[in-house]
């Protein structure tokens, strides 16, 4: 099944109950446009609607990038004045806002370049996994591109300050390698088995009972606010609609009859 995502720039198409969201830039090596990025949200409102849709997996077209960072041949006309710069930092808002409120499981499938605007995309996934080719890292001080608190705080998150300091400062390119070191990716693989890898771990995913994971990953959410601004009861009511649900009760009795249980997500 496809989407209407209103650009070819990001293709959405979804089966057995695993979206996969393409960012198709190849000629760029996946920049990320605004027009790419103004469809973020519509895009992902819609997989967030579909009771079909228990995982998302994001991937760049072609072989060489997930995402290169912003298209900075944009940059001229779209980030140099004043009213230019607002205009596309509200952009920009808008599909982080987009990322933070989706509630299904993200994965980030990592191949070939993935640098700055296309690391802080792969860092909204829940779950990141890499080629051994990929290769990593935030350009703007090359660039004398100012970087917004909104992508050093999700570099902080994910990696520390003494990562981040180096990514940033440095400008400099980190192998797959040294990504998994950092805590930037959950693993490594081969390039040639990341689809296969991807793809079991999609599959895993949306085998699960679809309420239990929706609980989870409010409650991940939720753990990354300081703790005055947690929607607690929240998650409890998630929670508890887990155990209210039919579910649970197929789950225990997948257990007793030692067979696989079947969700339906109610």
């Not at 982080?96 to 860092?123: M, V």
């Amino acid at each position: 099944m496809g989407y209407d995502t209103g650009t070819d720039m990001l293709q959405v198409e979804a089966a057995g109950g695993v979206a996969t969201v393409t960012f198709n830039h190849p000629a760029r090596h996946n920049a990320l446009s605004v027009e790419m990025r103004d469809a973020i949200p519509g895009a992902l409102q819609a997989l967030d609607e579909d009771p079909d849709v228990r995982v998302v997996v994001l991937r760049g077209a072609g072989e060489r990038a997930f995402m290169s960072g912003a298209d900075i041949s944009e940059f001229g006309s779209r980030r140099t004045s004043v009213d230019a710069r607002a205009e596309y930092d509200r952009g920009a808002a808008a599909a982080g806002r987009a990322w933070a409120a989706f509630g299904k499981p993200l994965i980030a499938r990592i191949h070939g370049y993935c640098i700055g605007g296309g690391l802080l995309t792969a860092l909204a996934a829940d779950i990141r996994l890499a080629a051994d080719d990929a290769q990593f890292g935030v350009p703007a001080a090359r660039l004398g591109l100012g970087y917004g608190m909104r992508g050093v705080e999700t570099l902080v998150d994910a990696v520390g300050q003494s990562w981040a300091a180096e990514i940033l400062f440095s400008a400099r390119r980190l192998s797959a390698a040294e990504a998994l070191q950092a805590g930037l990716v959950n693993r490594v693989v081969p390039a040639a088995e990341l689809g296969a890898e991807v793809d079991a771990l999609a599959q895993s995913i949306a085998a699960n009972a679809p309420l239990t994971v929706a609980a989870c990953k409010a409650a991940l959410r939720e753990a990354r606010r300081p703790p005055g601004q947690q929607d607690r009861e929240a998650v409890a009511a998630l929670v508890e609609a887990c155990f209210r649900s039919e579910d649970y009760r197929e789950g225990q009795r997948a257990f007793a009859e030692r067979r696989t249980p079947e969700f339906r997500g109610r």
